[in-house]
């Protein structure tokens, strides 16, 4: 039996995606080879990369002047990366958690770095918006999707300074205005692909600007200049993207995904915050669409409720240690039904508790 | 028809790998789930990380005191990263083909390198031996396999430092002595797994010895402290290479796949040097048995050649640019019949030339 797998990340992708990768480990095209033997630089691979680079441009209507990159190590190599490039003189971020404290850290390493605002004292709860952004950043970075807590930036930013946008875990959830921003960056493992790609669209005129010398690979300029290719590329985590970039485009595109995604998270918050037994952890006004966390108003009955979600098929369900309770991770690939699943399994939980304690 | 493919990399696999790939993909251990789609925090995935680990321990019979990494970026990351960790004064390095210069390149970012010799004069087409490497060195790295020109180090060096060796194109061929290593890289995608995964086998007293402070994800201390789960690792790069690291096993291990190996590039190195339309391109010494690299007497059929063959089934076999020819990469999981089907293949064009011209 198929499970509602609701696990934060590596997380749930299409079946379209796991069906075209299933069958081209076996053979690709009838080309009489395995995807993973045949050399990057064949034909048939530069197609693949070639039409996942249209498609992130066509689903996100990136404007000119941007490249989209294909890269390795994950967000966290671009932690180190952005501030290589980007960085010469002072940095400003904001602090929504765990990650966004990551990028920081790495970030001091090449510069002087402005902590605007943090919410680290609520355990991360809400989304900052009360500080000014310096008008002599070199740039601000905000975390757009903060996964552990389930808060999420819910507009593209207006500032004076070159934006970076961590959407790691909310990328392709909705339209975005790629204008606004100089860098947005998302390790492929949420809402594109398996682990082991990390997507990067940059805007070219955001590079040269710094003194340092950068090592060939951390240089954004190498990758944009060899297509993602300087050197052998992540060949199937990069297929397996392309198939979910299809899915997302004969699905409607990203206004399509945005409603889908509206609607799966109302239903969920609705019954989070109409159930007696469950609350949410996250500030209302900043409720992620992605990742939706909550307690229950009495701790010890959370056991209890996580196993009655795995006796009845839900997956992944466990809250990080930080927030406790439960995340239900519900990106793009999650159908309606596992929500509605999830929700009467709520309401089922609630019944036969006020039958108990009645 | 399955071809015979020659790839230099991303190259053939076993087939075992392959089959076992597609059907964890589609879905893993009968968990309800495809490997694409789970948290590589669960039991499941970690049981594969470890399990690899164990592998390449036990087949490489690495001594104690070195840790087994999965990394990300490729050999060409490592270029960076062990100067980064390694190299506070001077490091010595030989010249041994592209990705020899590559490193030595990214190695200059970070101190002082000397390049003891090199055969760039002859196109790469020999080891250098006659040099002295320097007490004071750092360390002094080799590329063991040189992919493009079909040269190979047979041994495992004694040197007075410590010893750092690119094995990215013939990792797993042959037994080595690990203990003669204070770092030893690959990029999977030769005779491990599919591209997106690098192997790393670190001493780790060679570590702690630079005064630079080095980025998180550039510190190899980083992946040893977490179990190569710093962050999300490449999940299904990690997975293939398990599955090849079994077939190894099963097989008879290193020994046996060394035996195997030299009797694949005997028979084919057999043909070029008794075959009168064709001579090889690399040293005798130093001809390597994972590429076999050799040109025609006459270069007007080579295009004829190249035809031939692609009409028989096989692929990947037109040389690198730099050296021209022909190139049979010839990895682990490349069947002695392929080889046998080359070497038909070169006596019957022999044949009808012969015939042609006579």
Redesign the interface.
């Known amino acids: 039996?198929?499970?509602h797998?609701f696990?934060?990340?590596?997380?749930?992708?299409p079946e379209y995606?796991?069906?075209e990768?299933?069958?081209a480990?076996?053979e690709l095209n009838d080309?009489?080879?395995?995807?993973?033997?045949?050399?990057?630089r064949s034909a048939d691979f530069q197609a693949v990369i070639d039409e996942a680079q249209a498609l992130v441009k066509e689903l996100l209507n990136v404007p000119e002047g941007y490249e989209v990159l294909f890269l390795?190590?994950?967000?966290?190599?671009q932690?180190?990366m952005i501030p290589?490039n980007l960085l010469e003189g002072k940095a400003a971020y904001i602090d929504t958690g765990a990650w966004a404290n990551?990028a920081i850290?790495?970030a001091k390493?090449f510069g002087e770095v402005e902590v605007l605002a943090s919410s680290k004292e609520t355990t991360y709860n809400y989304i900052p918006k009360d500080y000014t952004v310096p008008a002599d950043a070199d740039y601000f970075h905000i975390t757009t999707n903060n996964t552990i807590y389930g808060t999420e930036i819910h507009e593209d930013y207006t500032v004076d300074v070159p934006l970076v946008a961590d959407m790691s875990s909310d990328i392709f959830s909705r339209p975005v205005d790629v204008s606004k921003y100089d860098l947005i960056y998302a390790?492929a493992?949420k809402n594109l692909?398996?682990?082991?790609?990390t997507l990067v669209i940059i805007k070219k005129d955001a590079l040269g600007k710094v003194s340092r010398?950068i090592?060939?690979?951390?240089n954004y300029n190498t990758h944009i200049d060899k297509g993602s290719m300087?050197?052998?590329?992540?060949?199937?985590?990069i297929f397996?993207s392309l198939q979910t970039l299809k899915w997302l485009k004969a699905n409607g595109g990203l206004e399509a995904m945005y409603a889908k995604n509206k609607a799966k998270s109302d239903l969920l918050y609705n019954e989070i915050d109409s159930n007696p037994l469950f609350e949410g952890a996250a500030a209302k006004e900043d409720r992620s669409i992605m990742n939706v966390t909550f307690v229950m108003k009495n701790k010890d009955l959370e056991a209890d409720f996580l196993s009655y979600t795995t006796s009845v098929?839900c997956?992944?369900l466990k809250g990080h240690r930080s927030v406790g309770g439960f995340r239900a991770s519900i990106y793009n690939a999650m159908p309606i039904e596992s929500v509605e699943h999830l929700v009467n399994t709520m309401k089922t939980f609630a019944d036969k508790h006020a039958s108990v304690t009645a």
Chains 1, 2 share one sequence.
């Open positions: 039996m198929k499970k797998n696990s934060a990340g590596p997380s749930i992708l995606t796991i069906s990768c299933s069958k480990v076996a080309i009489g080879l395995s995807l993973l033997e045949i050399s990057h390795q190590g994950g967000a966290s190599t932690f180190c290589y990551k850290k790495e390493l390790g493992q692909g398996p682990a082991g790609v010398e090592p060939t690979m951390l300087f050197n052998t590329p992540p060949v199937f985590p397996a098929g997956s992944g």
